[in-house]
Structure formats: structure tokens, C-alpha cells
């Protein structure tokens, strides 16, 4: 769910002091075949405060780096975090659903390396104000970029009980999802849900007790609106395959989810382009059939218990990533 760990009191600490990026070395030994080519580009599409890109440009003085992010407050951390680096390091306030407008909006046709953190960033998190996380009492925003879109808060306040329901189901894989919208729905119509607060006790109050003491009712409702409020699964769905295409040959995609919803999709897309589309039963296998990628994991791998202790935020994600081993055809 978070792509870093940030430590206590982190705001009056430098971005480089405020977090650890997850996998850092693992994503660093991947990309680095790449990384190291003569005037190599690579694209942090979830720049955060940009502790991979800074590792990367560090590791390879040939290197430049794309570093996309739709919040500002991110980018403006990352920029004071990368000055140092001048034209190597680009930032760019984008959606990484836009990342093929923008890298050839720079000027490059193609790039050799792509990098996926996914999921709500520990500055998000822990910004009590941004309203991402139920445990603390917040405005129910969620917005990414708070400059535009509508607020959690919207969501809750016009969509209806069925819209409501799919959104916990589809985004939240929330088995209570009927019982929590019809709750929410009843709660609205007494007073508007306009903070973490409100919703929390509405969805406490909803939960049946031996529920209760398995995980807490809001964990997945959150991730839920989250989900919706910043279209985070639809900008996936466009911008990891658009990614894909713009990888030279030999360029590699590396990206870490944190919930199953992303790594489901990932698998299936990686599967997909790591398959020959040689028909069945033919003799010999054409160039043209050949799979465009390569996988270079097995499965998904996961942060070692070491990093697990010491970041727990690294739990859950899961890393996948290709290969680009020949040119897509025409």
C-alpha cells in the first residue's frame, strides 16, 4: 500500500532523511544492465521524493532520469532532493497514464528502462491532512493532486448505495461492501461524512463483532476510495502497457505493487507479452512470433524479512519485471 517508510517527526527533516525506498538494491540490480548504456533514459513513473531516481542518477553519471508524479508536494520534495544532478534529473507533474505524451514531449522516441512504485506513497500517508489513513482524524480527501478531481468526501456524498457497493467490491475486495454502502448511505442522510472520523465510527458501528477482531473494518473501504478517487487501477491499465511499448530493445520494466488488484493486472500483462502468438500446431516458429519480452523474476518477489523488520511498509509488495527481446512489429 505505501511505497517507503518516512520516520517520526519527518517534517523538519531533508526528502533524502524523510524516507527508504523498498527494494531499493533489488530494483537498482535490475535496472543497472540498463542504466549504465551511453546516454541511457529512464522512467521513475512514481517519482515520490525520489529515492530510486536519486540511487540510479548516483550509481550511473551517464544516466538521465524522467521522474513523473501527479502530487505537487512530492515534486517539489524530489526537486530539492535531485538538484544536484541539473538536466539529468526531469521532473514532470503528470499522471503516469500520460508517460508516452511526455517522454516524447522531451524529445526521446524511446527509453531503455521504466520503474512502477505503486500505490499511496508514505508522504501521503503520513500527511495527516491529506485524509489517506483511517487512523488518524483528517479531512476525507485522497486526492493525489489536490488540485483537482473530486474528494473522497464527493464520493461518498453523491454516489449511490449500488455505486457505492461496486466501488468496495471491485477496488476494496470488501465482503461486507453491501452492508458498509447501505450504512454509509443512512449515515449521509443524517449529517454529510466529511472526515476519516465520521467514516470510521459509521463503518465500526456496521461491522459485526467477530469481524472486528480480524482486521479493521476501514482497511479495505479506504483502499477503496483511494482507488476511485485518483482512477489508480484505469491510469495502470493504459500506462503500464504504453510503458512497454516505448522500452528500446533490451530495456527493462521493473514495478512493485502492494495490493492484489495491481499485481493481478501486472501478471496478466507481463504473461501476456512474455508469450509467443505462434499458432497452435505450426512447425516452426516465426520471428515475427517470437514474445516481445522476457520475464527476469520468478513470480513476484518480496522484500527479505530483514527489510520486512526494518520497513514494514515493504510487507506486502510484490516486484515483477521484463525484457525487451525483440522490436514489436508493425
Do not use: W
Not at 517508510?5 to 533524502?16: D, K, R, V, Y
Not at 461524512?193 to 470510521?200: E, F, G, K, M, P
Not at 521493473?254 to 508469450?275: G, N, W
Amino acid at each position: 500500500m505505501a511505497r517507503c517508510t518516512m520516520n517520526l517527526h519527518s517534517e523538519s527533516l531533508l526528502p533524502g532523511e524523510r524516507h527508504t525506498p523498498v527494494l531499493l538494491d533489488r530494483c537498482l540490480e535490475l535496472l543497472a544492465p540498463v542504466a549504465q548504456r551511453t546516454d541511457a533514459v529512464i522512467v521513475d513513473a512514481t517519482l515520490g521524493m525520489g529515492g530510486h531516481t536519486e540511487a540510479m542518477l548516483a550509481a550511473h553519471p551517464g544516466l538521465t532520469v524522467i521522474g513523473l508524479d501527479r502530487d505537487t508536494q512530492a515534486q517539489a520534495l524530489a526537486g530539492q532532493r535531485l538538484a544536484a544532478f541539473g538536466g539529468r534529473f526531469r521532473g514532470v507533474h503528470a499522471v503516469y497514464s500520460e508517460i508516452a505524451d511526455v517522454v516524447r514531449g522531451l524529445g526521446y522516441q524511446a527509453i531503455d528502462g521504466v520503474l512502477f512504485d505503486l500505490g499511496v506513497s508514505s508522504l501521503q500517508l503520513d500527511e495527516a491532512a491529506r485524509g489517506f489513513a483511517y487512523a488518524v482524524a483528517a479531512p476525507l480527501d485522497m486526492r493525489m493532486d489536490q488540485r483537482s478531481g473530486q474528494t473522497a468526501a464527493e464520493v461518498l456524498a453523491h454516489a449511490s448505495e449500488g455505486q457505492l457497493r461496486a466501488i468496495f467490491e471491485r477496488y476494496g475486495e470488501e465482503p461486507l461492501a453491501g452492508r458498509y454502502a447501505r450504512a454509509i448511505v443512512a449515515a449521509r442522510a443524517e449529517t454529510p461524512l466529511v472526515s476519516t472520523a465520521q467514516l470510521v465510527d459509521v463503518l465500526q458501528h456496521a461491522t459485526p463483532a467477530a469481524v472486528k477482531h480480524q482486521r479493521h473494518p476501514a482497511k479495505r473501504v479506504f483502499q477503496a476510495l483511494r482507488i476511485e478517487v485518483n482512477g489508480e487501477l484505469r491510469a495502470l491499465e493504459s500506462a503500464l502497457p504504453a510503458a512497454l511499448d516505448l522500452l528500446n530493445l533490451g530495456g527493462r520494466a521493473v514495478v512493485m505493487s502492494y495490493q492484489s488488484l495491481e499485481d493481478r493486472f501486472v501478471k496478466r500483462l507481463f504473461a501476456t507479452r512474455t508469450t509467443s502468438t505462434a499458432p497452435a500446431g505450426l512447425p516452426i516458429e516465426l520471428p515475427e512470433h517470437r514474445a516481445e519480452f522476457s520475464l527476469l523474476t520468478r513470480g513476484a518477489e518480496r522484500a527479505s524479512q530483514e527489510e520486512q523488520d526494518r520497513n514494514t511498509r515493504s510487507i506486502p509488495v510484490r516486484l515483477r519485471a521484463v525484457e525487451r527481446k525483440r522490436e514489436a512489429t508493425a
